[in-house]
């Protein structure tokens, strides 16, 4: 069953990652009483991911705070040493957190993985927004395989 507007996200264990290491998350505790905007791309360092979806989240991240968010947060089924790098080659610090999905149990809980096996990607996430206020979804934008447009910080901006 995929996730829906007005669920509660499933419990799964995520990978937070800081300037002085891993922090392993639980979503029941880490989206407990915020509102978060929580986007997930399928690979880190992949060519939309990093030209369009992290950045445009990294420079609207300020807007969509100043809307009520708490935090805003990127996931992908990449471990979290590869997390990291992209993020600091972005410059997320302060504008969004990473947290690795590295077996993709959280995409699979939530119904949305994507097998890129037919390009080599093996089983990832799909692209993504989401808005989820204390463990609840209160928006939900999948992106249609291959395109690139509710899921970008633009579009979850408008929705808040």
């Known amino acids: 069953m995929t996730i829906a507007i007005g669920d509660r996200l499933p419990s ?17 505790d880490y989206f407990k009483g915020r509102r978060i905007a929580l986007f997930s791309v399928p690979g880190a360092f992949t060519p939309t991911c990093s030209a369009k979806h992290l950045p445009g989240f990294v420079d609207k991240a300020d807007a969509i705070k100043a809307k009520g968010v708490d935090e805003v947060a990127c996931t992908a089924v990449n471990d979290a040493f590869v997390m990291k790098a992209w993020g600091a080659a972005n410059d997320v610090a302060g504008k969004v957190t990473m947290l690795a999905d590295g077996n993709g149990d959280f995409v699979k809980a939530l119904g949305l993985e994507m097998d890129g096996t037919g390009f080599g990607l093996g089983h990832r996430g799909k692209r993504f927004s989401m808005v989820v206020n204390d463990g609840i979804v209160e928006q939900l934008n999948v992106e249609a395989p291959g395109e690139f447009n509710v899921s970008s910080a633009e579009y979850l901006l408008e929705q808040l």
């Open 12 to 28: 799964a264990k995520l990978i937070k990652t800081t300037e002085i290491g891993n922090e392993p998350v639980d979503t029941a």
